[in-house]
């Protein structure tokens, strides 16, 4: 059976989340996404053993985790599963969800583990009855939402993609199947431009996907700053209430506390996090190690300095974390006298937004300058918008097997084969729709040309 | 009075393309087989276009023959012109077509009829059929009752049949032939639900009244190839077919006379194809296009019948005549049969087990035209299927199914019995998702094992393909062994050929693959190339430079066949199945799947369905 993944642990922020690959190639389907802090790869250590590391997407690291290592038969499904405990989180869980669907895992069926399971005789036959119900209640879920969740846009978009390219595998196919009739030839030149039209508009589909996210399901953004640079007032600031405990007494915040604000279009996952500093109580030292991680893994920072003092080596610590970094700095306390040096702070984040958390100043430019960060001021809302990974991965097998149809045209590959890549990509878009691919291209040649003896 | 007239394994019904393959699979697998036509003069008749093969019924022709059928023997020995093609559109779509003399092959196929052993050939008209215990009774028109323990229908176009032409309309086989009356009533009271398609075949005109001289000519190849994989002997091309086009006028005197049609004036209720439009059809759906074009087909050597490809038609007689008269070189044609539309009985193929026998009607097959499809090649296919499983099941042995993968035999047969058909069903190379892999020139890779394993692939034969086997498999050892190396005159083809010349050695398998080169071109250069054949050459190169593409194709035929050997009980009760959605139900047991890969592609069963399903099975239920 095929390697299949998806993710196991509910379906909302949480402490941590799980995403099983289980399948044939499950393991070395993990070490394409998993780099282990000690050098080790997971096809080499035994089951019922994991390992520390990263997970990243080609070069870019999303989140650190443990993967744990079952071997068939003795794994939940009875196949071989590698495990991914990432940051609970949806957007982490989702992009590393991503990174191991594109090193080949295609994504689990509803109640595919089960099935598995179940297949593979690991589950008994009392267990099996209840099961099917509620697989069926899922596909019956899946379904729906296959109809429902394509909004307008979306469905708009993609049909008119799908359209373009059984459009073009129509033309191939009339133009080889009735050689003899008067119809248009099919000119390698007019299915290349047609499928690199449809290549993309998927790709700029895919990459909205991310700016979409961000609008639909939030960004993971750490506040992170030197003690009592009025981080939780700038929590409470763009939360409206007061989650986080405000006192002058600096170190106040010893734990992380996140909370999901709306700031214009975007929803940002705020972490307010620990004062970043030389700390000798245990307690507080837990709680800034945990600051430093949540900065390492948010997908935006908000560095936050006090205008009315001048940088401390604790704010240069926090400036060169951010460097290279997606990061705002924020000048607060604008209602003070400015002691800082703001052309420091822009040499390690060059956004720069002054803001006043006591008096509600700045929330504004604070907002401009994250929307240009996340690339959400483009994004075009009156667009179709992916939203949920199998979506995604639907729309990525397309775009990549377009790929392959114009890299095959490039080398002179004939049309009977760039076309069988061309009709993987419609069944991949249609699979959203819940059409046929075979029979649209059949019904498209009978609409479109006049053919037959 | 009623008479008993013998006792056979096998009868089949009708011998027209699929009846002749299934009784010939049926004799020739040992069974004792008797086949029924109305009349003898019509064995194997073409009744539309005097030809066979074209794009992925060439495919077909070439899949019966390396499974021991007849139909492209047949057609090597009578035809008048053939043409490969799709030339320069890839493989996976070359189609081999011939131009075939009618008469000839009519000719050729009841003589091989009548020399064969264990087949009896009768000029009769079953009006009966009916299971009296474990034995079917036919009963002709002349009250002579055959037993039988397996009936193949092959009825065409003839159950029922109703020709139309203008405002006439009357019962009748096709080209002037007795229809087949009665026996649509007793298969309706076994239980088979019986429905009307339409087709139509357009005007024979003598050859003499037209003027070639204003006319597109169209030749057959100069390097002709034959359809069976056993025909040693070259093919000659001794005919020509010739181009013309319909113009204003044509579609003035069509518009001017529309109500005239049947069908527009709607008198006909059966459902025509989409890909086979009468000219009417063409000019009322296509409006915006000015011209049609329509092919001058001769039907045979010895004849000057020409067949008009394009231009069928039921509008009345008149009216042909003038809308023929208006087209470039028919200014003066005689017209010596009339275009018309015909109606008839044929099944619902979900009925049908993939094996063409009836699910409710055990003993009981159809094929071709009664199943839903229309042509000649996709009859034959079927007849073959039918009669090769009508056979093993009275010899209990196990059936055989060809699945999606294995051929367009397969396809074929799995759009009807699964997705079924609401118009009269053509195969097309697009209805194939592995149509890389099922290529034409590998008809015998993919299905001479099947064929000697059932019977019907003399051992000769089979031994003959096991040595081309070994000898593709050498030769492409070969070329992924050989180096070329860089030089002069390596260089000069590279050039010539428009690709890169060589800084190091290359091997030749890798050099095969690339697009600008091939086998022919390489000939200079490849000095240790043994004299072989060339289909030898060709499925090596052709297997190379569609390497990656096949390899996907591999994958997914592999994962395909998974769910194909996923067998469901006959009795199973969907009804019993907790979890399966309501549709899916519905959909299940009105198609009852034979596996769960055929239950996958019903619409309206979803993966989840199937999910149930197989844990459902799983349970040991």
């Known amino acids: 059976m095929s390697t299949v993944a998806a993710i196991a642990t509910p379906n909302s922020s949480g402490g941590i989340g799980v995403i099983r690959i289980s399948g044939e190639d499950a393991i070395a389907v993990a070490d394409k996404v998993f780099r282990s802090v000690l050098g080790k790869k997971l096809c080499d250590i035994k089951g019922y053993t994991a390992l520390f590391g990263h997970i990243y997407e080609n070069d870019t690291l999303i989140d650190e985790c443990v993967t744990l290592i079952f071997r068939a038969p003795k794994s939940y499904t009875g196949e071989d599963v590698a495990e991914i405990s990432c940051h609970g989180g949806m957007y982490v869980t989702q992009r590393v969800l991503r990174a191991v669907l594109a090193a080949g895992a295609v994504p689990a069926q509803a109640g595919e583990f089960t099935k598995r399971a179940f297949l593979n005789g690991k589950i008994d036959l009392a267990e099996a009855e209840s099961i099917m119900n509620v697989i069926s209640a899922q596909g019956q879920q899946a379904l729906d939402a296959a109809m429902n969740t394509l909004d307008g846009k979306l469905s708009r978009e993609i049909n008119s993609i799908a359209a373009t390219l059984t459009n073009v595998s129509a033309g191939i196919a009339v133009w080889t199947d009735d050689p003899d009739e008067d119809v248009p030839a099919a000119h390698e030149e007019n299915v290349k431009e047609k499928a690199q039209l449809a290549y993309e508009k998927l790709t700029e589909l895919l990459s909205r996907f991310d700016s979409g996210r961000a609008v639909t399901e939030g960004v993971s953004a750490a506040i992170c700053g030197h003690p009592n640079v009025g981080k939780s007032t700038l929590m409470n600031l763009l939360t409206g209430f007061d989650r986080s405990i405000v006192t002058p007494v600096a170190g106040t915040t010893r734990d992380v506390i996140e909370e999901t604000v709306r700031l214009g279009d975007i929803v940002l996952r705020l972490a307010d996090t620990a004062g970043i500093h030389q700390s000798d109580d245990l307690v507080e030292s837990i709680g800034i190690d945990r600051s430093l991680q949540k900065l390492q893994t948010s997908q935006l920072v908000i560095a936050v300095f006090d205008g009315s003092q001048e940088l401390s080596m604790d704010d240069i610590q926090l400036l060169d974390e951010c460097k290279n970094r997606r990061a705002v700095a924020i000048i607060n306390k604008t209602d003070l006298e400015m002691k800082i040096s703001v052309d420091t702070v822009k040499e390690y984040i060059p956004d720069v937004v002054y803001l006043s958390a006591v008096k509600g100043e700045g929330v504004k430019e604070l907002q401009n300058v994250i929307e240009k960060l996340l690339g959400t001021a483009e994004l075009d809302t009156s667009s179709g918008i992916l939203s949920n990974e199998r979506q995604y991965a639907c729309c990525q097998s397309a775009a990549e097997s377009l790929k392959e149809a114009i890299d095959g045209l490039d080398m002179g590959v004939t049309l009977d084969a760039v076309n069988v890549s061309i009709d993987y990509a419609i069944e991949k878009l249609l699979e959203l729709t819940g059409e046929k691919a075979r029979e649209a291209v059949v019904n498209e040649v009978f609409a479109k040309f006049c053919v037959g003896k | ?621």
């Not at chain 2, 959909?587 to 996958?600: C, E, F, H, M």
Request: charged share 30%; hydrophobic share 35%; glycine share 8%.
């Open chain 2, 1 to 621: 009075m009623k008479f008993n007239a013998g006792e056979f394994d096998v009868a089949v019904i009708g011998a027209g393309h699929a009846g002749i393959e299934a009784c010939l699979a049926a004799a020739r697998s040992g069974c004792k087989t008797v086949v029924f036509t109305i009349t003898l003069d019509f064995v194997g008749n073409m009744p539309c276009n005097p030809s066979i093969g074209g794009t992925s019924k060439g495919h077909l022709v070439r899949e019966i023959d390396a499974l021991g059928g007849e139909m492209g023997k047949a057609a090597d020995k009578t035809s008048i012109q053939t043409r490969m093609l799709n030339r320069g559109k890839g493989p996976a779509v070359h189609s081999l077509r011939a131009q075939i003399d009618r008469r000839r092959y009519s000719a050729y196929m009841k003589h091989c009829l009548e020399t064969q052993d264990n087949l009896e050939l009768k000029q009769a008209e079953i009006v009966d059929i009916q299971r009296a215990g474990d034995i079917w009774e036919l009963t002709t028109k002349l009250d002579a009752v055959y037993k039988a323990k397996a009936v193949i229908l092959a009825t065409g176009t003839f159950l029922d049949g109703k020709i139309y032409v203008g405002d006439k309309c009357y019962q009748s086989g096709p080209d002037g032939v007795f229809p087949s009356l009665g026996l649509a009533d007793s298969l309706k009271k076994i239980g088979l639900p019986l429905r009307r398609f339409k087709t139509g075949t357009p005007s024979r005109v003598n050859r003499r009244s037209i003027d070639f001289s204003k006319l597109e000519l169209q030749e057959g190849d100069e390097k002709t190839v034959p359809f069976s994989f056993e025909t040693q002997e070259k093919i000659e091309n001794t005919a020509v077919c010739h181009i013309s086009y319909t113009n204003e006028k044509t579609k003035q005197i069509i518009l001017d006379n529309i109500h005239r049609s049947p069908l527009y004036g709607g008198k006909i209720e059966g459902i025509g194809p989409r890909y086979c439009p009468s000219i009417e059809d063409k000019i009322m759906r296509f409006a915006e296009k000015e011209r049609h074009q329509l092919f001058i087909e001769p039907c045979g050597s010895d004849t000057e019948e020409m067949y008009l490809q394009g231009m069928s038609s039921s509008l009345p007689e008149d009216v042909q005549l003038a809308f023929l008269r208006t087209i470039q070189g028919l200014e003066n044609v005689e017209v010596m049969r009339v275009a018309y539309a015909i109606e008839y009985d044929c099944v619902d193929p979900v009925t049908m087990k993939p094996t063409l026998e009836f699910k409710d009607v055990p003993y009981l097959y159809g094929a071709g035209q009664f199943n839903g499809s229309s042509g000649y090649e996709e009859a034959a296919a079927q007849g073959l299927v039918a009669g090769i499983n009508a056979a093993l099941k009275i010899q209990g042995k196990d059936e055989v199914i060809f699945d999606r993968a294995s051929s367009y035999i397969g396809t074929l047969i799995d759009d009807l019995v699964t997705k079924g058909c609401n118009e009269p069903y053509r195969m097309m190379t697009s209805r194939s998702e592995y149509r890389l892999y099922l290529r034409q020139d590998n008809a015998d890779i993919r299905l001479t094992e099947t064929g000697h394993r059932i019977g019907l692939i003399s051992d000769e034969r089979y031994n003959k393909f096991l040595n081309k086997i070994e000898l593709i498999a050498e030769e492409r050892k070969r070329v992924e062994n050989t180096v070329i190396a860089p030089s002069e005159k390596a260089a000069e083809v590279f050039i010539k050929c428009g690709t890169a010349p060589l800084t190091t050695g290359c091997r030749l398998s890798e050099l095969i693959k690339r697009p600008q080169l091939d086998y022919e071109k390489l000939k200079e250069i490849d000095t240790t190339r043994p004299d072989l054949s060339d289909d030898i050459f060709e499925q090596v190169e052709t297997e190379l430079k569609y390497e990656g593409y096949i390899k996907r194709q591999r994958s997914q035929i592999a994962d395909m066949r998974r769910l194909e050997v996923k067998l469901i009980p006959e009795n199973i009760n969907y009804d019993d199945v907790t979890g399966l959605r309501l549709e899916a139900v519905e959909k299940l047991k009105k198609i009852r799947p034979v596996n769960i890969g055929q239950a996958s592609r019903i619409s309206g069963v979803s993966p989840a369905d199937i999910s149930v399903l197989l844990i459902y099975l799983g349970k040991g239920n």
